[in-house]
């Protein structure tokens, strides 16, 4: 993007003095008419894997940062845009690069392990001392008779080297435009839309003068989301983004005045130049913006979003402006009209006056923002700004404050204050009332208890608020004041004014978590010197399709091209949770331009029902809703939008019904469950009672979670015109299901219908069922066009439609001995199904199999419903109710050691099985490796040191408080449904000697194509080069299981081994004749015997089952064991938290591939991070899903990894039943290896209760306190009980209408 100023140079941003500089951006955010005379590098630009990679690209692939790939791309293209600018990055660099691009397999570690490579050794961590090392530095301290364990995933000597003199240079041709270009307007004219780029700025004033409702469009980080995501719509945008007067920054003797068309970035820059240039006390308000630019939206977003657009979009959740306010910020605005003010230009203060209303302002609708004028700070002057969101980084605030108080010179006494908060209220508010009180006081703690006071009179948060969370904001305007009054007293107190006393332990108020990038230490065994050093099993070899999906060459369903004449479709969805339907009406939509059909019940040729062991659910609803999001039609049209608008003119009218139904506790009100229920019991619970010390009751509830896998859910379909066959490319975990309803849908045989998958950008469970049934919607619109029809789920449908893990409450009775040994445990379940079963008995069933975590509790009943509600159905999601099952008895132990008073690792050690034994549903368990894991992670986490270091931390801290907390692991591998314990391969040998492999498991990222490679090229002796895998598809395996239960490469290694096996055995006497020959010949030779070179690999799996009436069985073919500590600090007075250090030490057998394995646990582990600390699904009382997006639901971003996150495999760990001695490694559903260290994330969540406890301590509270799953600031916030969350009157439940509801 290039503009020219006066001089007649070519720059970017006037500012920015440079010739060309290069910016990561959101494409989806970009307008394509915004990018003239821009030069565009996307991943493809950077390199191939047909000519040349580029370092970036191949670092990160090298170093295993590529799962599914979905993320890769972006990673490779914010990594390639600091290159470009920063040759040689500082590790803080890139962490800042990478704020804003997620990633959903990862866990993160392994892409900054590959970008961290591009440091020089000065530009390191900074972060290594004594006793932590540099993340340069990360050679785990191995003990010396430790030779068979490495630390080694990847090796950096043979990384291209960075060569900028071989990038990309900016086109002479756009230099060439840039100059001849001079001040011409540009217009895009479009179907729908005008887009109007000014030359100047005299007409940039002309346009808002003739179009003064039309929007100025720079960086259309608001405009483009209210388009896109809200149906806003507008004609005409004015684009002045090359208007210099807009960009330029001045350094005034007073202040800094800054174009209202700077980016966030420059401003960011500029500020940071300013603060290491003047003195400390001109500089406070540009601290307080730079502190929080830092962490204002996301690098790429602040590279787009402009100052101007962050003022005028008056939206009290962004963050500038209470900042700007308090800081006494003046707005120069500029009109056509020079007879109204002088010279066309007019000067405004920003304050809450400036804000008439929610996206409102005092600007005219004919005039430009064109500076914002900032001043120095003076001496006796104090600002701070503080912002709480759902996640630390690329999360909009819930409240934002900007505080800035004067004092007369060489006093203590409040000359001036002013304090401005966001997101408690439409617009910014101000609490003046509040701040005339305190002028003229002292600072001390009287001043402060009465701005308290006066603080709360004056935040208008009614209790049912927009955006809810009302106790919560209210505290948090507390908690800000108060480390404002703190920090000012601090500085006061170095100033050398005699000011009240601050304690030591008060100072940890004024701390803020660091971000760091996360660092970490690997162990795993090698392989014994005697294998074959071309033997790749045990070896960490990386992702088969990592190099592709660095490149942008990978293919996912939707990069197919498209096909002559295909439609595309969108669903159209119920807006009632449980209704009958009186009509829909399409005749509008028909009428809509490149609608080619409306499809509903009658269009369905076959059966309009999808059947999955008994449970019915309708393809289209027919007569009665059940849910929101719940599909009752579908619009196929030429283009996506033109469907999407139609759909909005589907009218469908309803008859509401009852009950409606959405939360468990209501479900258990109304008895409304799913049968059957299940139970499980071992010893005599009813008859424990009596030989305890002590019993209590108590709950867990834990919320569900959203898969956000970054590829959406969709397909194509593709009639074939003949015999009704039909062709999809979907993106499914399970081809044969899907293969199987189409087929039925169509009334067809399922020999007619071919279902492809590549590979899936993520699947975690939730690509099994839904699926199904959209591939059979879009089959049935290709059926009755006979055009190929593309369906590709928005975020928000995907989210609103297909149903995530399932939120659960567990309550239970339990005694114990007073030494914490618990004999019996009593515990019901409740899970919130949804609308239809889908998995939701199975999940159930896994989560009662799992209650008992390997503890010994003799008397244990575990009883398990699943509540029918009117949510969208929930199903599988990694894990499979492990997560949740488990979590519930973590919770009991839990309690039970605050109840004794003694650590948690104590109580968890105390109760374990040692022994060879029996589990509650009577299946042989030996505990052995369990024991090792959890020995081992205790001994290598020095649980013991720390556990110490925490007690001083936290009695030297009142307001920052530390916790941990070291949990065990037994997690059933396979399917309990016996006869889904099969995997399938097919082996084609071609002439030349290639091998083509294809087996029933779907590639998601967990590498099941990769391990499956690895083991073929075992048996066939040949290199992995050799070997071939290009797709999944029902034509070649027929009737696959799902990718699921932790098996899939089990089962999928198994069968493979079989094929090749069959080979080998056809070609022995070829080769023993020919023993010196080459693979090659040896195949050219079997040919010619007419030898079969093709073979069909089978694994027949356990038999597993469990008689739900006896309560017994055997439903799972092993265990996989593991434990893992955590450290969290939490911040009591936001409810933030930082995640210290994580150490997990996992039992999968003998590693297949270490790299791919230890990828899987830490991906695993961050999900599950995500379920129980951060990710938080919202509904309206209405039933409606409010989370539908990445700026309402958030899941883990760099931020959030630990900053030390350490991951051993258990060595000589074997396991005799699975491939090569291995254990659930890269199963499909769920990521394998990675489905049970979901639950690790746990940890996290048990160590901030422990803060917690610890912070209420200090209030003089003890005793247990409730807190659900996830652990979120507002949980957190409000548990940490203390002077202000009492000054917060507690609103009535009942009393008035909630934002969301806990379902
Ligand atoms: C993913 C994401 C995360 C974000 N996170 C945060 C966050 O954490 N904190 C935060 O504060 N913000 C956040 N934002 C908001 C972002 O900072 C603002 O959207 C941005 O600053 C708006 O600038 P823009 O140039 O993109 O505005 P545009 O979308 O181009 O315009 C916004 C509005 O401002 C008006 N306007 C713009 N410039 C002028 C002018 N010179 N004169 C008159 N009218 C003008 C336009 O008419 C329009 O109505 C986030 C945005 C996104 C997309
Ligand atoms: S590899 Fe990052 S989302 Fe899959």
Redesign the pocket.
């Known amino acids: 993007m290039t503009c020219k100023d006066q001089s007649d140079e070519l720059i970017f941003f006037i500012n920015g003095r440079k010739p060309v500089s290069h910016f990561s951006v959101n494409a989806c955010l970009l307008p394509i008419v915004s990018l003239h005379g821009v030069a565009v590098t996307t991943v493809e630009g950077v390199g191939s894997t047909k000519t040349k990679l580029h370092p970036v690209q191949e670092r990160i692939a090298k170093a295993h940062g590529?799962?599914?790939?979905?993320?890769?791309p972006g990673m490779v293209m914010s990594m390639y845009t600091l290159l470009r600018n920063i040759p040689e990055p500082s590790i803080e660099d890139i962490r800042e690069a990478l704020t804003g691009n997620?990633?959903?397999?990862?866990g993160y570690r392994p892409i900054i392990d590959g970008f961290k490579t591009f440091c020089g050794a000065s530009k390191c961590c900074q972060n290594g001392n004594d006793t932590k090392n540099c993340c340069l530095d990360q050679e785990p301290e191995l003990n010396q008779e430790d030779d068979e364990i490495s630390s080694e995933l990847f090796k950096t000597d043979d990384f291209l080297p960075l060569d900028p003199t071989q990038d990309l240079i900016f086109p002479p041709e756009l230099m060439l435009l840039a100059r001849q270009q001079g001040s011409g307007r540009l217009v895009f004219q479009g179907e729908r839309l005008c887009w109007i780029s000014p030359g100047n700025l005299a007409e940039l004033l002309e346009l808002k003068a003739q179009h003064p409702s039309t929007p100025l469009v720079i960086g259309n980080t608001t405009v483009g989301p209210n388009m896109k995501l809200k149906g806003v719509s507008h004609p005409l945008i004015i684009a002045p983004a090359g208007i210099v007067e807009l960009s330029v920054v001045k350094n005034l003797e007073d202040g800094i005045s800054f174009g209202a068309g700077c980016s966030l970035s420059v401003m960011k820059d500029e500020l940071k130049r300013v603060v290491s240039e003047l003195s400390e006390e001109k500089v406070e308000v540009y601290q307080a913006l730079l502190q929080t630019l830092s962490c204002l939206a996301g690098k790429r977003i602040r590279n787009m979003a402009t100052l101007g657009g962050n003022i005028l979009s008056a939206n009290p959740k962004y963050d500038l402006n209470s900042i700007l306010s308090a800081g006494g910020c003046t707005l120069t605005l500029a009109s056509k009209d020079p007879f109204l003010f002088p010279g066309g230009l007019r000067e405004i203060h920003l304050n809450e006056e400036f804000f008439t209303g929610f996206e409102k302002t005092a600007i005219r609708p004919d005039e430009v923002l064109l500076s914002v004028y900032v001043p120095h700070s003076r001496q006796w002057e104090f600002m701070l700004a503080f912002r709480q969101a759902q996640r630390r980084e690329f999360s909009f605030s819930i409240v934002n404050s900007g505080m800035k108080v004067v004092f007369k010179e060489g006093t203590n006494v409040v000359d001036d204050i002013r304090m401005f908060f966001g997101g408690v209220g439409p617009t910014m508010v101000r609490t003046k009332h509040m701040c005339q009180e305190l002028v003229g006081r002292p600072w001390n703690e009287e001043l402060l208890t009465e701005a308290c006071r006066l603080l709360l009179d004056e935040i208008p948060l009614q209790a049912s608020a927009h955006g809810g969370m009302v106790e919560f904001k209210k505290t948090l305007t507390l908690s800000f004041l108060f480390k404002f009054y703190l920090h000012v007293l601090q500085r006061l107190r170095e100033k050398g004014l005699c000011v009240d006393e601050l304690p030591s332990e008060y100072l940890s108020a004024l701390k803020s978590f660091r971000n760091e990038v996360p660092q970490g230490q690997h162990r795993y065994q090698v392989v014994s010197a005697a294998q074959f050093s071309d033997d790749p099993i045990g070896r960490p070899y990386l992702h088969q399709s990592a190099f592709k999906q660095a490149t942008g060459e990978a293919v996912y369903y939707d990069d197919l091209p498209s096909i002559e004449g295909e439609l595309f479709l969108v669903p159209v969805t119920s807006s009632r949770p449980h209704a009958k339907i009186i009509s829909i009406d399409a005749a509008a939509a028909l009428s809509m331009p490149g609608v080619a059909a409306f499809l509903s019940a009658p269009d369905v040729p076959g059966n309009n029902r999808r059947s999955w062991f008994g449970d019915i659910e309708e393809l289209f609803v027919e007569e009665e809703v059940t849910c929101v999001g719940q599909i009752i039609g579908a619009i196929v049209a030429d283009t996506r939008e033109n469907a999407r608008r139609a759909v909005e003119c589907v009218k469908v009218t309803y008859e509401d019904l009852t009950p409606v139904l959405f939360t468990i506790e209501e479900a258990i009100e109304q008895q409304s469950f799913y049968n059957p229920q299940r139970k499980l019991e071992r010893g005599s619970v009813d008859g424990a009672w009596e030989s305890v010390d002590h019993i209590f009751e108590g709950e867990i509830y834990m919320g569900g979670q959203e898969h956000f896998y970054?590829e959406t859910q969709g397909l194509i379909a593709v009639p074939k015109g003949e015999d009704g066959e039909m062709e999809l490319f979907a993106a499914t975990q399970h081809a044969a299901f899907t293969q199987e309803v189409v087929a039925t849908t169509l009334g067809v045989e399922a020999n007619k219908i071919t279902c492809h998958v590549k590979r899936l950008?993520?699947g975690f469970g939730g690509k099994v069922m839904k699926i199904a049934s959209l591939s059979a919607i879009a089959a049935i619109a290709a059926h009755k066009t006979g055009r190929s029809v593309r369906l590709v789920l928005d975020r928000g449908d995907d989210m609103l439609i297909t149903g995530g893990r399932h939120p659960f409450l567990g309550r239970y009775k339990v005694g114990f001995m007073k030494d914490g040994t618990i004999v019996a445990a009593d515990i019901i379940y409740y899970s919130n199904g949804g609308n239809t079963l889908d998995e939701s008995l199975f999940i159930m069933e896994k989560a009662l199999l799992h209650m008992d975590n390997g503890y010994r509790i003799p008397h244990l009943r575990g009883r398990g419903f699943v509540c029918r509600t009117n949510l969208p159905s929930n199903t599988a999601f990694r894990g499979f109710g492990g997560p949740q099952g488990l979590m519930v008895i973590e919770s009991v132990l839990h309690e039970v050691a605050a109840k004794c008073g003694i650590p948690t690792e104590r109580v968890r050690d105390m109760n374990m099985c040692r022994e060879v034994s029996l589990t509650h549903h009577k299946q042989l368990f030996d505990p052995g490796d369990m024991v090792r894991c959890w020995e081992q992670c205790l001994q290598q986490a020095c649980v013991e040191n720390r556990r110490l270091a925490i007690q001083e931390f936290n009695k030297n801290n009142r307001w920052r408080k530390r916790g941990l907390c070291t949990v065990p692991l037994k997690f059933g591998v396979s399917f309990s449904k016996g006869f889904h314990n099969q995997g399938a391969a097919l082996l084609h040998i071609y002439k030349d000697g290639s091998v083509l492999l294809t087996h029933g498991g779907t590639e998601m990222?967990q590498g099941i194509n990769t391990k499956a490679i690895q083991v073929a090229s075992r048996i066939l002796k040949i290199p992995m080069s050799s070997i071939h895998i290009t797709e999944t598809c029902t034509g070649n395996v027929p009737n696959a299981a799902p990718s699921a239960a932790s098996f899939g490469t089990d089962a999928v290694g198994m069968a493979v081994k079989d094929a090749c096996e069959k080979i080998m055995k056809r070609l022995k006497p070829i080769m023993q004749e020919n023993p010196k020959d080459t693979w090659a010949a040896w195949i050219k030779e079997a040919y010619c015997q007419k030898v079969s070179l093709s073979a069909t690999g089978f694994f027949m799996g356990p038999h597993t089952n469990v008689d739900w009436e006896k309560g017994e069985g055997m439903p799972y073919y092993y265990f996989t064991f593991g434990a893992c500590c955590s450290e969290v600090e939490v911040d009591c007075l936001t409810g933030d938290h930082k995640n210290i250090r994580t150490d997990i030490v996992m039992d999968v057998g003998q590693s297949l591939n270490p790299a791919l394995d230890i990828g899987q646990i830490e991906g695993g582990f961050v999900q599950g991070l995500g379920l129980y600390t951060i990710e938080e699904l919202q509904f309206s009382p209405e039933g409606v899903l409010r989370t539908r997006g990445p700026s309402q639901y958030k899941v883990p971003a760099l931020c959030d990894v630990p900053a030390q996150l350490n991951v051993s495999l258990l060595a000589n760990a074997h396991n005799p039943h699975a491939i090569y001695f291995s254990k659930a490694r890269a199963a499909g559903d769920m990521g394998g290896i990675g489905e049970p260290t979901v639950f690790f994330g746990c940890t996290l969540f048990y160590a901030i209760k422990e803060a917690i406890a610890a912070a209420r301590k200090d209030s003089g509270l003890s005793g247990s306190f409730p807190l659900s799953s996830p652990a979120t600031p507002e949980k957190i916030r409000l548990a940490c009980v203390d002077r202000f969350t009492q000054m917060v009157p507690a609103v009535e439940p009942g009393s008035f209408t909630p934002w969301t509801i806990g379902v």
């Open positions: 590529s799962q599914c790939g979905f993320c890769t997620l990633c959903r397999c990862t970054m950008g993520g990222g």
